[in-house]
């Protein structure tokens, strides 16, 4: 298999001093290569948005190395990426109002995205930002309104376009759906679905729901208590899970 795009090894993050140290995430290794979609999941508190944020360079690994392209970006000492480069990678936080700025315009949240990695000028960046806001469902005049005139999906969705701005390579989802109905849930996994097929976009896809990472991903990772406890083929995971720890989040899913 050709090399990963991005790769975490032997992630550790640790946690609190003494004798209240604990690791949020413990020797954890995961990799996606282009055009693919994995998925991490896990019970709440079992770390997977803690590798998330290191993966991109926002949480220090105590332990461990970032590779991204073959090139080893971060590690305990070193967060070694250029500025130049951190548009590769973009995340996609669980709340979304948390990432808007209140105080810009919904088009103009994302036309600072486009601009701030391709120099285009200020008409051209609106032109793609409203572009990006259309593929996200959002109209004309919803990209006119400040955020807080926008409803929780709404306002998840222009935060997608706005991680989607600079044509990242790899994009991490973290939870994207939990504030969103069905229909908006559907749109968002299709147009990741698309940009992976059509663009060879790499996507880690955290969720508490398997029916999604299900659909979206051919590989996935099982954390418990900060440990990568099983991996593999999706299907095969979510349908023969080895681990008992697995089983018991599959019996867990409402409904079934
Ligand atoms: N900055 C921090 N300082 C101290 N502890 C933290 C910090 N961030 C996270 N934790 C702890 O680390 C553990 C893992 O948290 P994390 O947010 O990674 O879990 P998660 O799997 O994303 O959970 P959820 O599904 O609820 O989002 C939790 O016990 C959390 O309380
Ligand atoms: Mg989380």
Known sequence: MAAALLEGKDITVTFGRGAEAFDAVHVANVAVHAGEAVGIVGESGSGKTTLA???VGLQRPTAGEVWLEGERIFTR????????????????FQDPYSSLNPRMRVWQAVAEAVQVWQSLS??????????????????DDQAQQFPKALSGGQRQRVSVARALAPGPKVLIADEPTSSIDQSAQAQLLNLLRQLQTARGLAIIFISHDLGLVRYLTSRVYVMQKGD?????DTRLILEQPEHSYTRLLIDSIPGR
């Open 77 to 92: 000492r070193h967060q070694q990426m250029p500025r130049s480069e951190r548009w590769k990678t973009q995340i996609i």
């Open 122 to 139: 200020k008409p051209e960046a609106k032109l793609e930002a409203l572009q990006l806001l259309h593929a996200m469902g959002i109209s």
């Open 53 to 55: 944020r290191v993966l």
């Open 228 to 232: 990568i406890v099983e991996t593999g």
